[in-house]
């Protein structure tokens, strides 16, 4: 296949899938990791993708749903950042809930000599967490979802239903100051709306570049949330609209 036949295909999976991974497309057009990079960063140059280790990704449309193979490789400094301001609110004797996102299993590295019990829907937490002695570990179950390496759909939906803990720290696709948090997968909309209302105190922790956009489906309120652990200071506007709606924010 001639080059820009190749990079018009890789376009419109992009478009379409909104990620891709270096190794699928290497096997898929029989040529070498770095040929695909290359094509990568010219797609990158046109404003296509943002690439990152191992892919690349879009961010547009509301349906996005980057896998989390990639995701855990984006500002990936910045989730060290916000998981390490959310350890001073976890202590021993404490019940967690653990959402799937990448900033979540960031944290779940830095919690396992705490002596608390950890409920999650994500097997990239379990396997996490299960190296721990200390931590009592409930793995939510129900239907895989690869790409995002957790257990949704109605059963487990319905297991999270029985489950009440202290402090829940979950994050969305995006935030926006009308529409509240959003996320691109329902299933993973219900878990977390489901977590929000089971939890004596929710923490919103999400990065910056998630402020100001909305997804497809909604998860909650802003008024929903008690905490918003983030990167980076937030501007007046969103200072504002998280006081009105008394959330309390957090940043270094």
């Known amino acids: 296949m001639l080059q820009v036949s190749r990079i018009n295909e890789i376009r419109r999976t992009i478009q379409k899938n909104k990620s891709v991974l270096v190794s699928d497309l290497a096997k898929k057009y029989d040529v070498t990791e770095e040929t695909i990079r290359r094509d990568l960063k010219q797609l990158e140059k046109e404003g296509i993708l943002t690439r990152v280790y191992g892919g690349a990704y879009s961010l547009e449309g509301v349906q996005n749903d980057v896998t989390v193979r990639l995701r855990k490789n984006i500002l990936s400094d910045e989730k060290d950042v916000i998981a390490n301001l959310c350890l001073s609110f976890i202590n021993d004797g404490d019940s967690i809930f653990l959402d799937g996102s990448t900033t979540a299993s960031s944290l779940a590295h830095?919690?396992?000599?705490?002596?608390?019990?950890?409920?999650?829907?994500?097997?990239m937490i379990a396997q996490i967490v299960s190296e721990s002695t200390s931590i009592n570990?409930?793995?939510?179950?129900g239907k895989y979802n690869g790409n995002s390496m957790t257990f949704t759909g109605t059963s487990a939906t319905e297991a999270m239903k029985d489950y009440y803990v202290d402090k829940a720290f979950l994050s969305c696709r995006y935030i926006s100051m009308d529409k509240g948090l959003t996320d691109a997968d329902q299933e993973q909309a219900l878990i977390r709306k489901t977590v929000i209302h089971n939890c004596n105190h929710s923490f919103l922790i999400a990065d910056h570049t998630k402020l100001g956009h909305n997804s497809f489906y909604k998860v909650a309120d802003l008024r929903e949330i008690n905490t918003f652990i983030t990167n980076r200071p937030i501007d007046s506007d969103w200072a504002r609209t998280m006081g009105r709606n008394q959330v309390e924010v957090i940043f270094p």
């Open 137 to 141: 570990l409930f793995l939510i179950g």
């Open 110 to 123: 830095l919690i396992l000599d705490k002596s608390i019990s950890v409920v999650t829907n994500s097997l």
